[in-house]
Nanobody, 127 residues
């Protein structure tokens, strides 16, 4: 599979919003789960959000609940991460990853059990 992630404006002020897009080719999105992960400098990689293509079920890390929203356009094989009310601690390299969607989004987010990883995208939130 081939993944691409894009972001409009890598530098965002605290309280602002940013949308990340991740697209994949060579697969049927309905069969997969797409997850967003991030890694801040000196920190461990953590799961942010995940959506399963078959039923659009989602799961969010506690740190982003109510602020971030994951959605998908199945026809375009694209997943979006809408990030609102951003905080400086959201600063990290964000990764989009895919896995066969047999398990729940919660499972993938907590175990990092993804099969394909896209290239990281840097997001910086200034205070």
């Amino acid at each position: 599979l081939r993944f691409s992630c894009s972001v409009w404006g890598g530098l965002v002020q605290a309280g602002g919003s940013l949308r990340l897009s991740c697209a994949a080719s060579g697969f049927t999105f309905d069969d997969y789960a797409i997850g967003w992960f991030r890694q801040a400098p000196g920190k461990e990689r953590e799961g942010v959000s995940c959506i399963r293509g078959s039923d659009a079920s989602t799961y969010y890390a506690d740190s982003v609940k109510g602020r971030f929203t994951v959605s998908s356009d199945n026809a375009k094989n694209t997943v979006y991460l809408q990030m609102n009310s951003m905080k400086p601690e959201d600063t990290a390299v964000y990764y989009c990853a895919a896995a066969y969607g047999y398990y729940s989004p919660k499972y993938y987010l907590e175990t990092y059990g993804m099969d394909y990883w896209g290239k990281g995208t840097l997001v910086t939130v200034s205070s």
